[in-house]
């Protein structure tokens, strides 16, 4: 049974540094990317970044690049998000998702989110960022 198991997230100060991770289980597929949306309140939920089971590539939104990164550790089966520089922007909801690389890419490139085309989500992780 696919499970994803999120956790981190909490109250930040502008500039301030969180981690989220994301435990993924039962997931059979070699080729999928696992990866974070967020959706701030009043709007559409929106990619963050994932990164590739096949090579570890990483895609990161132009929105938080240089200061998110994604990794993972495949011992763990865990993918990490480290946010730095916080700003109040990025107080959201933030979702785990597990998907195939072609949804994940499709979804990166035509910015548009079918949430019915991710295998699993999970249950979402507050993050606020507030002086």
């Known amino acids: 049974q696919l499970q994803l198991v999120e956790s981190g997230g909490g109250l930040a100060h502008p500039g301030g540094s969180l981690r989220l991770s994301c435990a993924v289980s039962g997931y059979t597929s070699n080729y999928y990317g696992t990866g974070w949306f967020r959706q701030a309140p009043g709007k559409e939920r929106e990619a963050v970044s994932f990164?590739?089971?096949?090579?570890?590539?990483?895609y990161v939104s132009d929105s938080v690049k240089g200061r998110f990164t994604i990794s993972r550790d495949n011992a763990k089966n865990t993918v990490y998000l480290q946010m730095d520089r916080l700003k109040h922007e990025c107080t959201a909801v933030y979702y785990c998702?597990?998907?195939?690389?072609?949804?994940?890419?499709?979804?990166?490139?035509?910015?548009?989110?079918?949430?019915?085309?991710?295998?699993?989500w999970g249950q979402g992780t507050l993050v606020t960022v507030s002086s």
């Open positions: 998702a597990v998907g195939s690389l072609a949804t994940w890419i499709n979804t990166w490139m035509d910015g548009k989110l079918d949430i019915n085309n991710f295998a699993a």
């Open positions: 990164i590739s089971s096949a090579d570890g590539s990483t």
